[in-house]
């Protein structure tokens, strides 16, 4: 009797501690919690770890192991504060990972898509060109490099070439076609910009592609044109034109011509006919 | 021959149907929760997760439970007394310490076999995985494992059973770190290298059994790499197990 009694006391005693260590756990997560979101934070703090090196020094060869481990540590610290804060250690663990081993195919694409929104677009880049030599054939490694290029750095030429070298590699989103030829309508080489299009209509299947590619063919057949007539009629009547009205006030143009992409504008400095941006 | 044959059996049976192997079975369970669970948190790297702390989770369970056990076998015949029973038998120090490390090795690689298999089969239900590309690397370790309770019994066979594990867990961790050492040793010069050469050359380079990363960077390794792999671990094998029967040999009972 006396040890049944023992036996259920021990068990109380034991719900009680587990209860009381569970409540006290909660209560400290919720007061860290609190306190984090009084911090008016700007930025998410950076994480302690070692350097690469370090880490392969103690990991007793576990390279694969390792980097998995920092990655479910990159996706913690990256998933665990406010999306739209600066993370400060976040490129240094994408780097960690993909060092320790560069096999890892996704921290690469990861990097690329949010490092640019955390401003950090060059190291995002840099990681992109490491994930190019390790995975040539991966596109949308590319296709992130060349949007990068394009909308974060404004490099044209850089975002062309990655776009024109993701043609045909393993998925390539098929707007691919269409950004490359965007980026290379806005480099000097007009002629080489219209040949890729046209070479986009001759071998694209898809009909909106092709669509697309149909009226940047049609906007670049049209600036190229305008920019010869402006150059003939300054050449031969000696005026400088300032825009493209003064071409329908001199009789040259019924009116000023629209392309499918929208109105066109002319630059006097740089003599360049392009479209309007809204 | 029919001595070794026993004691073979005999340590094999004692491992296997002892609290290790269940102790083994419930880890290798969790282990699989905990891999499983891991790999759900890992953006859609589900199979690589599990792949590379499944092989690293199973190995490491094996190392410690080789250790532990290799370390403490010849320590828990003295303190049981079953050493005074076999001593007056005509059983030679070589059966005996070659049967020791048998039987630990054959239960061992049942207990790794089994934790393999535990995690990845579980895991194979759930995930399409690359079992024979898990499986080269799984093979190979053992011979890693192996290697480690003929250390660990060398130990054994002159130490207590807490010397030889730490002993037998210093001499994993060297075997990792030989590459770093030589190199440290190489930059320092002068007598530094002497002895980071030495120690490269006779501390057993367990590197060379590590096919968890070498799988994937070289798939198509040659087939004269394992045979020289496996060699060196046989040689290395040979070496300890002759010296713990010298041990043996001369320890008073």
Same mark, same amino acid.
């Given at each position: 009797?006396?040890?049944?009694?023992?036996?259920?006391?021990?068990?109380?005693?034991?719900?009680?501690?587990?209860?009381?260590?569970?409540?006290?756990?909660?209560?400290?997560?919720?007061?860290?919690?609190?306190?984090?979101?009084?911090?008016?934070?700007?930025?998410?703090?950076?994480?302690?770890?070692?350097?690469?090196?370090?880490?392969?020094?103690?990991?007793?060869?576990?390279?694969?192991?390792?980097?998995?481990?920092?990655?479910?540590?990159?996706?913690?610290?990256?998933?665990?504060?406010?999306?739209?804060?600066?993370?400060?250690?976040?490129?240094?663990?994408?780097?960690?990972?993909?060092?320790?081993?560069?096999?890892?195919?996704?921290?690469?694409?990861?990097?690329?898509?949010?490092?640019?929104?955390?401003?950090?677009?060059?190291?995002?880049?840099?990681?992109?060109?490491?994930?190019?030599?390790?995975?040539?054939?991966?596109?949308?490694?590319?296709?992130?490099?060349?949007?990068?290029?394009?909308?974060?750095?404004?490099?044209?030429?850089?975002?062309?070439?990655?776009?024109?070298?993701?043609?045909?590699?393993?998925?390539?989103?098929?707007?691919?076609?269409?950004?490359?030829?965007?980026?290379?309508?806005?480099?000097?080489?007009?002629?080489?910009?219209?040949?890729?299009?046209?070479?986009?209509?001759?071998?694209?299947?898809?009909?909106?592609?092709?669509?697309?590619?149909?009226?940047?063919?049609?906007?670049?057949?049209?600036?190229?044109?305008?920019?010869?007539?402006?150059?003939?009629?300054?050449?031969?009547?000696?005026?400088?034109?300032?825009?493209?009205?003064?071409?329908?006030?001199?009789?040259?143009?019924?009116?000023?011509?629209?392309?499918?992409?929208?109105?066109?504008?002319?630059?006097?400095?740089?003599?360049?006919?392009?479209?309007?941006?809204? | 021959?029919?001595?070794?044959?026993?004691?073979?059996?005999?340590?094999?049976?004692?491992?296997?149907?002892?609290?290790?192997?269940?102790?083994?079975?419930?880890?290798?369970?969790?282990?699989?929760?905990?891999?499983?669970?891991?790999?759900?948190?890992?953006?859609?790297?589900?199979?690589? !997760?599990?792949?590379?702390?499944?092989?690293?989770?199973?190995?490491?369970?094996?190392?410690?439970?080789?250790?532990?056990?290799?370390?403490?076998?010849?320590?828990?015949?003295?303190?049981?007394?079953?050493?005074?029973?076999?001593?007056?038998?005509?059983?030679?120090?070589?059966?005996?310490?070659?049967?020791?490390?048998?039987?630990?090795?054959?239960?061992?690689? &049942?207990?790794?076999?089994?934790?393999?298999? !535990?995690?990845?089969?579980?895991?194979?239900?759930?995930?399409?995985?690359?079992?024979?590309?898990?499986?080269?690397?799984?093979?190979?370790?053992?011979?890693?494992?192996?290697?480690?309770?003929?250390?660990?019994?060398?130990?054994?066979?002159?130490?207590?059973?807490?010397?030889?594990?730490?002993?037998?867990?210093?001499?994993? &961790?060297?075997?990792?770190?030989?590459?770093?050492?030589?190199?440290?040793?190489?930059?320092?010069?002068?007598?530094?290298?002497?002895?980071?050469?030495?120690?490269?050359? &006779?501390?057993?380079?367990?590197?060379?059994?590590?096919?968890?990363?070498?799988?994937?960077?070289?798939?198509?390794?040659?087939?004269?790499?394992?045979?020289?792999?496996?060699?060196?671990?046989?040689?290395?094998?040979?070496?300890?197990?002759?010296?713990?029967?010298?041990?043996?040999?001369?320890?008073?009972?």
């Amino acid at each position: 009797m006396k040890d049944q009694y023992l036996n259920i006391l021990s068990l109380v005693w034991t719900a009680l501690i587990l209860l009381t260590a569970g409540l006290a756990q909660a209560k400290t997560d919720q007061i860290l919690h609190q306190e984090y979101l009084q911090l008016n934070i700007k930025q998410v703090p950076p994480t302690n770890y070692l350097s690469v090196d370090n880490i392969k020094k103690i990991n007793l060869g576990f390279n694969k192991a390792s980097a998995d481990y920092i990655w479910l540590a990159t996706i913690q610290y990256f998933g665990g504060g406010n999306p739209n804060l600066p993370y400060q250690s976040l490129s240094e663990m994408i780097n960690t990972v993909v060092t320790l081993d560069p096999n890892f195919e996704y921290p690469y694409l990861f990097g690329g898509v949010v490092l640019p929104w955390q401003e950090e677009p060059q190291e995002a880049l840099d990681l992109l060109d490491a994930g190019i030599k390790r995975f040539p054939n991966n596109g949308l490694l590319y296709y992130y490099a060349g949007s990068i290029a394009k909308l974060n750095l404004k490099d044209a030429n850089r975002a062309a070439g990655y776009f024109q070298d993701s043609i045909g590699k393993i998925g390539t989103p098929p707007a691919a076609s269409i950004l490359a030829g965007v980026s290379l309508t806005e480099l000097d080489d007009r002629q080489f910009a219209r040949a890729w299009w046209e070479g986009v209509l001759q071998t694209e299947e898809n009909e909106n592609i092709k669509e697309r590619a149909r009226a940047w063919l049609q906007y670049l057949n049209l600036v190229i044109d305008l920019e010869k007539l402006i150059s003939q009629v300054e050449s031969s009547t000696d005026t400088k034109i300032q825009s493209l009205n003064d071409l329908v006030k001199m009789n040259i143009l019924k009116e000023v011509p629209v392309s499918e992409l929208g109105k066109l504008k002319y630059n006097p400095q740089t003599k360049k006919v392009s479209r309007i941006l809204n | 021959m029919k001595s070794f044959i026993a004691i073979t059996k005999l340590t094999a049976l004692q491992v296997i149907k002892g609290r290790v192997f269940n102790l083994s079975l419930l880890l290798s369970v969790l282990l699989t929760i905990m891999v499983i669970a891991f790999s759900d948190i890992s953006l859609d790297q589900n199979i690589r !997760i599990i792949q590379n702390f499944g092989l690293a989770g199973t190995f490491l369970l094996a190392i410690i439970i080789s250790i532990v056990s290799a370390a403490n076998i010849v320590s828990s015949e003295q303190q049981k007394g079953n050493i005074y029973l076999i001593k007056p038998k005509p059983v030679s120090d070589l059966s005996y310490v070659a049967g020791k490390f048998f039987g630990l090795t054959l239960s061992l690689l &049942v207990i790794y076999t089994v934790s393999f298999f !535990i995690l990845f089969i579980t895991a194979n239900f759930f995930f399409e995985l690359n079992i024979p590309q898990i499986f080269i690397p799984f093979f190979f370790s053992f011979f890693e494992i192996a290697i480690l309770i003929a250390v660990a019994i060398l130990f054994s066979s002159f130490s207590t059973a807490i010397f030889s594990t730490l002993l037998t867990l210093a001499v994993f &961790v060297v075997g990792h770190s030989l590459s770093l050492i030589l190199s440290a040793a190489t930059q320092t010069g002068g007598v530094a290298e002497l002895v980071g050469k030495l120690i490269y050359y &006779v501390m057993p380079n367990l590197e060379k059994f590590n096919l968890r990363e070498t799988i994937y960077t070289l798939p198509q390794l040659s087939s004269s790499f394992y045979i020289w792999s496996a060699i060196y671990a046989l040689f290395y094998i040979c070496l300890c197990i002759s010296l713990a029967t010298l041990a043996t040999k001369k320890r008073e009972w």
